[in-house]
């Protein structure tokens, strides 16, 4: 089964793309999705990111409180190292049993869309990696339309992900999303048609 690692950072635009990936038949794998539902008690995620980082972490039903986690983890590198750590392993686990499913079921071509595809190791489970990019200040309008926050929190966000140079680097193909999403689908079809997913 090949399998489509898609990634790039935060405002790129990479949902738009997965959606039409989504729109060619293939199914998609939301590494972000998978994680918050892996986070639902009972939960052996929550509760070894609870061994972790203290009951603190833990809103008085049991479930996770973000803000919380996030500002223990927030401009704290080894403290984000180890929410990565427990995150990844847990993630790339069911990722995997996923993946192996739908190869059961006999799909030849499916999607996995992951943020942090290169940090969790999940680019080894790939056949083909594609990276979304767009200009930084593109992805500043993007992130402070999508979530709300301030023009310095975007930027802190932009920041402190990987450069354009790596994703570059580390890509079979790069879609470029500084126009309008018209001008991506040409870019997903040149992708199916060269890796043998669709014709035409």
């Known amino acids: 089964m090949l399998v489509i690692g898609l990634t790039g950072p935060s405002g790129a635009g990479k949902s738009t793309v997965s959606r039409l990936f989504a729109s060619f038949g293939l199914p998609v794998l939301d590494a972000d999705e998978i994680y918050h539902a892996l986070l639902i008690p009972p939960s052996e995620c929550l509760n070894d990111l609870t061994a972790q980082f203290g009951r603190q972490i833990l809103r008085g039903d049991g479930t996770l409180d973000r803000p919380a986690l996030g500002r223990l983890v927030f401009d704290h590198p080894e403290a984000l190292e180890r929410l990565n750590s427990v995150s990844h392993r847990h993630v790339l686990r069911e990722v995997r049993r996923r993946l192996r499913t739908l190869r059961d079921e006999g799909v030849t071509a499916a999607v996995l869309d992951a943020p942090q595809l290169f940090e969790s190791g999940a680019d080894r489970d790939c056949s083909v990696i594609v990276s979304v990019l767009a200009n930084a200040e593109l992805r500043v309008h993007r992130i402070l339309l999508r979530d709300g926050i301030s023009r310095e ?47 035409g």
């Open 153 to 199: 929190d975007a930027m802190r966000r932009i920041r402190a992900q990987r450069p354009d140079s790596f994703f570059r680097a580390h890509s079979d193909y790069v879609i470029e999303n500084n126009g309008n999403a018209e001008s991506l689908l040409p870019q997903v079809r040149r992708i199916l048609r060269e890796t043998g997913v669709a014709s």
